[in-house]
T-cell receptor, first 115, second 111 residues
Framework: GAGVSQSPRYKVAKRGQDVALRCDPISGHVSLFWYQQALGQGPEFLTYFQNEAQLDKSGLPSDRFFAERPEGSVSTLKIQRTQQEDSAVYLC?????????????FGPGTRLTVT | DAKTTQPPSMDCAEGRAANLPCNHSTISGNEYVYWYRQIHSQGPQYIIHGLKNNETNEMASLIITEDRKSSTLILPHATLRDTAVYYCIVSDVQGAQKLVFGQGTRLTINP
């Protein structure tokens, strides 16, 4: 079956531009996560949704970062007024969210370069 | 979440067993040990997890010490496609919890 997909795969933005990154989770998955991965580092948690509810946004680095999942499926991560330090790979992961589900399924990521 | 410590890099010959260590001395009783790997330019991929007992699946084996303060991921017959960064993570709930990645171990399988 289809895995987690993300679009675009690559995005180049000029400093100060707004960007929107899309995540299509596996159909029926309740939980959705966003992570940020800087070059040479492990992924870092940004935010978590259970269906349409954003239950944890403690990892969002600033108020320029905003995520939504209005219908409990597709999610969008928006970054306003991009800065060079926002350059990273943005990973989306989904999980069934059931008590006995252990695995998070990751998409290929969107590589954002801010020039 | 408990912190994990892994060697930054390891090498292994193709066809041999790769043994990747992880220290998690502050792990608490309800925390699981998870292993993920990330092949270049891909998202992380789940490998295996365990609580107390040793576990085995089609990809790997996980050996957890009796005091649960360390574990070893074993790839029994490493292939070139196993070259990746391997992350050891501890988490206290199942898949609905955020994962706290460290730096991981960069494993290189040599022909």
């Amino acid at each position: 079956g289809a895995g987690v997909s993300q679009s675009p795969r690559y995005k180049v933005a000029k400093r100060g531009q707004d960007v929107a990154l899309r995540c299509d989770p596996i159909s029926g998955h309740v939980s959705l996560f966003w992570y940020q991965q800087a070059l040479g580092q492990g992924p870092e948690f940004l935010t978590y949704f259970q269906n349409e509810a954003q239950l944890d946004k403690s990892g969002l680095p600033s108020d320029r970062f905003f995520a939504e999942r209005p219908e409990g499926s597709v999610s969008t991560l928006k970054i306003q007024r991009t800065q060079q330090e926002d350059s990273a790979v943005y990973l989306c992961a989904s999980s069934p969210g059931l008590r006995d589900s252990y695995e998070q399924y990751f998409g290929p990521g969107t590589r954002l370069t801010v020039t | 979440d408990a912190k994990t410590t892994q060697p930054p890099s390891m090498d292994c010959a193709e066809g041999r067993a790769a043994n990747l260590p992880c220290n998690h001395s502050t792990i608490s009783g309800n925390e699981y040990v998870y292993w993920y790997r990330q092949i270049h330019s891909q998202g992380p991929q789940y490998i295996i997890h365990g609580l107390k007992n040793n576990e085995t699946n089609e990809m790997a084996s996980l050996i957890i010490t009796e005091d649960r303060k360390s574990s070893t991921l074993i790839l029994p017959h490493a292939t070139l496609r196993d070259t990746a960064v391997y992350y050891c993570i501890v988490s206290d709930v199942q898949g609905a919890q955020k994962l706290v990645f460290g730096q991981g171990t960069r494993l290189t399988i040599n022909p």
